[in-house]
């Protein structure tokens, strides 16, 4: 039977904008194009997971279009169970502005909107949570009264203060960051990785395309990317976490957990949009074997 996995963090639109230039100050550029795509690192994670077959509870803030938008349909059809999340009536989806330019060159724009009104919120005990990018105020409060916790400051790490920051990672049990955030952390607390070691059972640092590195007591194990072309890297590192979550609350071993999250990114980054070509379990099942070898049993 699958654990509940609720996630915590922003739901929002991502609006994709290809033009001939980024604009300077005072000046315009043509669009090329444009897609509106669902996203938010918390309800790109819900969604996978849902999609791989397991149970996911989406703890979010969302404004008064949500349903208008089309994504409360969207998430209600993956199955995600949306009993948690805080309906803010004066306030639109968080949303995202992201503009690409022909030479590859990226400016985002970011609407908190309904996200802006985490710090307000009370929330209530969960068996097992994972922090996504989202409010450290919030994050502070259910990180305490969670079971177990997984946590993933991503790029709203310079939000956080440091008194939050070393609340949330004195009840963490998984984290996962970037090189960079991972340096940022140690920074910000004045701990070295060797003391986060010590202190966090299970510490996942993503490496783009070299992979990731898991690290649990004395033990790590380097996991290689899957191969696939990719067309937009945007939400891979959501997927690796949603495949990553699934598998640990299975019970799969460590290597086999980011081997698994490993196949999920391979998915998303084969089309745009962080939603657009997840996997079930079955069909990242294919992947993996045909990557890593048989996929063991679940404990």
Same mark, same amino acid.
């Not at 070295?192 to 490496?207: G, K, Q």
């Not at 640990?248 to 086999?256: D, E, F, I, K």
């Not at 391979?266 to 996929?295: D, I, N």
């Given at each position: 039977?699958?654990?509940?996995?609720?996630?915590?963090?922003?739901?929002?639109?991502?609006?994709?904008?290809?033009?001939?230039?980024?604009?300077?100050?005072?000046?315009?550029?043509?669009?090329?194009?444009?897609?509106?795509?669902? *996203?938010?690192?918390?309800?790109?994670?819900?969604?996978?997971? /849902?999609? !791989?077959?397991?149970?996911?509870?989406?703890?979010?803030?969302?404004?008064?279009?949500?349903?208008?938008? $089309? =994504?409360?349909?969207?998430?209600?059809?993956?199955?995600?169970?949306?009993?948690? !999340? =805080?309906?803010?009536?004066? !306030?639109?989806?968080?949303?995202?502005?992201?503009?690409?330019?022909?030479?590859?060159?990226? %400016?985002? =724009? +970011?609407?908190? *909107?309904?996200?802006?009104?985490?710090?307000?919120?009370?929330?209530?005990?969960?068996?097992?949570?994972?922090?996504? %990018?989202?409010?450290?105020?919030?994050?502070?409060?259910?990180?305490?009264? /969670?079971? +177990?916790?997984?946590?993933?400051?991503?790029?709203?790490?310079?939000?956080?203060?440091?008194?939050?920051?070393?609340?949330? !990672?004195?009840?963490?049990?998984?984290?996962?960051?970037?090189?960079?955030?991972?340096?940022?952390?140690?920074?910000?607390? $004045?701990?070295? +990785?060797?003391?986060?070691?010590?202190?966090?059972?299970?510490?996942?640092?993503?490496?783009?395309?070299?992979?990731?590195?898991?690290? %649990?007591?004395?033990?790590?194990?380097?996991?290689?990317?899957?191969?696939?072309?990719?067309?937009?890297?945007?939400?891979?590192?959501?997927?690796?976490?949603?495949?990553?979550?699934?598998?640990?609350?299975?019970?799969?071993?460590?290597?086999?957990?980011?081997?698994?999250?490993?196949?999920?990114?391979?998915?998303?980054?084969?089309?745009? *949009?962080?939603?657009?070509?997840?996997?079930?379990?079955?069909?990242?099942?294919?992947?993996?074997?045909?990557? +890593? *070898?048989?996929?063991?049993?679940?404990?």
């Amino acid at each position: 039977m699958d654990r509940i996995i609720s996630v915590v963090g922003h739901t929002a639109l991502d609006y994709i904008v290809d033009v001939e230039k980024i604009a300077g100050k005072n000046e315009s550029s043509p669009v090329i194009d444009y897609e509106e795509y669902p *996203g938010g690192g918390a309800a790109n994670i819900a969604v996978a997971i /849902a999609k !791989l077959g397991g149970k996911s509870q989406l703890i979010s803030p969302v404004g008064t279009d949500f349903s208008s938008s $089309g =994504y409360e349909k969207l998430l209600k059809e993956a199955c995600v169970d949306l009993s948690r !999340l =805080y309906i803010i009536e004066a !306030l639109k989806l968080s949303t995202a502005f992201i503009f690409t330019d022909r030479d590859d060159n990226q %400016t985002t =724009y +970011f609407y908190w *909107g309904a996200s802006s009104k985490f710090k307000e919120l009370e929330p209530e005990p969960a068996d097992f949570v994972h922090l996504a %990018t989202a409010d450290c105020v919030y994050n502070a409060k259910i990180a305490q009264i /969670a079971g +177990f916790v997984s946590f993933d400051p991503g790029q709203d790490l310079v939000t956080y203060s440091k008194d939050k920051l070393e609340t949330i !990672l004195s009840h963490t049990d998984i984290l996962f960051a970037n090189r960079h955030e991972i340096k940022r952390v140690s920074e910000m607390t $004045g701990k070295s +990785f060797s003391e986060l070691r010590a202190m966090i059972d299970v510490i996942v640092i993503t490496y783009d395309a070299e992979g990731s590195i898991i690290y %649990t007591g004395n033990e790590e194990w380097e996991i290689p990317v899957v191969s696939v072309k990719a067309v937009d890297p945007t939400g891979a590192g959501d997927a690796y976490r949603a495949g990553f979550l699934l598998a640990y609350t299975r019970g799969y071993s460590l290597p086999t957990c980011g081997k698994i999250g490993s196949t999920v990114a391979s998915f998303a980054v084969q089309s745009r *949009g962080c939603q657009t070509s997840l996997p079930t379990w079955e069909e990242m099942k294919s992947r993996y074997e045909a990557s +890593f *070898g048989k996929l063991e049993t679940e404990n």
